[in-house]
């Protein structure tokens, strides 16, 4: 799976002037070599790829290492903190230059390796691997898409709770009875996404109903659905460590009316309009735009407070940003989400989101569930 | 809640020399200002304590540290991340010394505040706050109490599937019938804290069942719990933040047989033995040595292959460390972990775990599900 993943990041280095890169962000460890563990490092010289972890990983990092079928010996040290800094150290050629990832090293580990290779210069790099990995493989794209299957197959097994909140009824038996509330409508979500094979949620699950709709980081709570409710449904799935990221808004109780109403059709539209634009060669902040345009002549571009989306994979916000100004090119290949959100307070926030992968021709959804909002 | 705080850590601030410290560590900031979002930074000066978080958190952050009753007043700033940082540099005097906590600030951030702070001199600290959060007070005990209790009921409540699937019984029809895997018991399990009121697992749920009670950091997974089998069960709760630890180990189907029968008594007496060692004065590390002593006599002191606790309350994992050569000196109200356990391949392993908060004259489990085996 991980063919070629060495020799690219290895170009990436030496083009910022680094002979060694010391991996320490542990997807960008788990993309390269296979190995998922909580602890390692990963140095990457031009020649040598030394991967250390502790005594707890010593069989699974042998395991994942060689089923990765990375191109090149990928040569494991198993030990203490104190063993690994020194096969780390002994690995590395006299003088060499030496790449720590500054986004993801403390500066308490950086003080570390700057006593231990006091003979080597250290240099800060940033999204050395992760550029690498935006654009995603066959294998990754097969884990991806049934993490989204998963996401929806799950979404489709309790929506039916949101209908029976819209006629008042309770939630079944087997469920504990009683009404339903944000949190119980998670806890169902998460269970079924389990249940049909996901590792565990892509991230928190996100149920925010009536008021709480509005506010576009609203964690799941007491409150109890109700008829007339919009709900945001934010959640994701993750397969083989990669992860699915959706957003659905339903309006309990039939179709939505007033002003909500508008704000759905809006938000629609400006998520297909979003997703249009998608395509190999455009600007990522083109993307952004495009979705803003729809919501800004409808006048709440106030209202949509956050960017349009970001690139998922082994993490769920990973590159390219997908806001704003974003510079970063889409390339065949590309996973990134389209999630626009218009959000009133007294009224409800609605927020639509599919993950994409960028084709040859424009773009194809991996998230598939329906966008009718009644329920 | 939060009375007094600050000014204990500008105590230790003085006593390492460091004028201003800037809090970055979120667990920190929500214990020094009550502040729980998932974004922001600190500023604590002789005289001025400055929160700064982003938009999202306008109306949160005020209401958190007006509920907080921080003893100070808190100034609370809203904005990007670069007006969060010019309001930062803004609050501190001429020249001040300003210490960052290098253990939770990356390089590049480091950097950033180099540049930005030329005329000032940054110095990496290291657990000052976090020494501070060791003793709990009443109402952080208050709250670890209420998760240690959501704990041990959510226990009680599906503590019967390991007792059907040691009749063999397929687990209810209301649960989805069928066999009884890892994931299955840690889901319900999981569910059970929910309805009880847990915010979430206080970390990814351990069931380990069989093969896999021998390797202590086990993820659930899809094997099937049988008669005959170990199965260790190590969770928590989160109640207002604060987190319970406890691990239970099963033997599915009735009183264990042969080897595995001694490895439960071990440890068993091994963690008897370590809480009874626990009092204030008392070094950690004398605690790690006392389970330790137990398990060496039985002959399996190479299979007790992690430390003994570890400090627990708004992170799973705090200060003090309870293991080989532990230095910390437990005070009345530090709140650790007893967790000895052996891992024996071929036999299963044996983990038994409670959370202790030091009293006067000893400790006082807060996690208080039997010790009874045999299920």
């Not at 290895?10 to 962000?25: E, G, I, K, P, Y």
């Not at 990963?42 to 089923?67: I, M, P």
């Not at 249940?195 to 109890?224: C, M, Q, W, Y």
Request: hydrophobic fraction near 40%; include cysteine; aromatic fraction near 4%.
């Amino acid at each position: 799976m991980a063919t070629g993943r060495l020799e690219r990041v290895r170009r990436r280095a030496s083009d910022a002037s680094v002979a060694a890169l010391l991996v320490t962000n542990l997807s960008n460890i788990r993309w390269l070599t296979g190995f998922s563990g909580s602890a390692g490092m990963l140095l990457v010289t031009g020649e040598r790829a030394v991967l250390t972890s502790d005594g707890r990983y010593r069989t699974q990092a042998a395991e994942q290492v060689r089923s990765a079928e990375v191109d090149d010996v990928v040569e494991v040290v198993i030990g203490g903190v104190v063993a690994q800094r020194e096969a780390i150290a002994a690995a590395l050629g006299p003088g060499q230059t030496v790449g720590l990832e500054a986004d993801s090293v403390s500066w308490s580990d950086q003080r570390r390796w700057a006593e231990a290779l006091e003979h080597h210069e250290l240099v800060p790099t940033q999204a050395l691997v992760e550029t690498e990995r935006t654009v995603k493989d066959t294998g990754e794209l097969a884990r991806m898409e049934r993490a989204a299957a998963i996401a929806d197959e799950a979404l489709a097994r309790v929506v039916g709770l949101l209908a029976g909140a819209g006629r008042g009824e309770p939630v079944p038996d087997g469920m504990g009875g009683g009404p339903l509330s944000e949190r119980r409508f998670a806890a169902a979500l998460d269970n079924a996404m389990r249940e049909l094979g996901s590792e565990e949620p892509a991230f928190e699950t996100i149920v925010a109903s009536g008021e709480n709709s509005a506010k576009p980081h609203a964690r799941p709570g007491d409150r109890l659905i109700m008829p007339g409710d919009a709900v945001v449904v934010d959640f994701g799935a993750t397969f083989d460590g990669y992860r699915s990221d959706m957003t659905r808004t339903f309006s309990v109780g039939g179709a939505p009316t007033g002003e909500l109403a508008r704000v759905f059709d809006v938000v629609l539209d400006a998520q297909r309009t979003g997703v249009g634009a998608v395509a190999p060669g455009v600007v990522a902040g083109r993307v952004d735009e495009a979705c803003r345009e729809v919501i800004t002549a409808a006048g709440w571009g106030e209202r949509f407070e956050h960017g349009t989306g970001h690139g998922v994979g082994l993490d769920i916000h990973e590159a390219p940003s997908v806001g704003p100004g974003s510079t970063a090119i889409l390339e065949e290949g590309t996973v990134a989400t389209v999630e626009p959100g218009v959000y009133l307070a007294g009224v409800g926030g609605v927020r639509i989101e599919d993950t994409l992968v960028v084709t040859a021709d424009g773009s194809r959804p991996l998230t598939n569930f329906t966008k009718d909002v009644a329920v």
